[in-house]
């Protein structure tokens, strides 16, 4: 059994944290929530896993799930981008400390 057969589809049968953490112990997924969080994160690549702002836990969207996977989409969007421009400062300091353009 994967993490993806426990997560259910749809925001209306979203499971809350701690009961999907008490499913993967029991199925032997994750022994703790961060290893849990790290399985998820891992299972993104595959599946598309939305964990509601609201707190109502963790859901695989359906058509009528819409507007959450568009939030999903630009939050995720937004966030790359300062990521990226996070980045770029930092690859610019490496570059000036590397030709020893700034001094010490």
Known sequence: MKIIDIIPLGKKNAIKREDLLEKCQFYGI???DREMRRI???ERINSVILNGQDGNGYFRPTKDDLSELRH???????????????LKMANNMLADLEHSRFGE
């Open 30 to 32: 994750a022994k703790s």
């Open 40 to 42: 998820i994160s891992e």
């Open 72 to 86: 999903y989409i630009n939050q995720e969007h937004d966030r790359s981008i300062a990521i990226l421009r996070n």
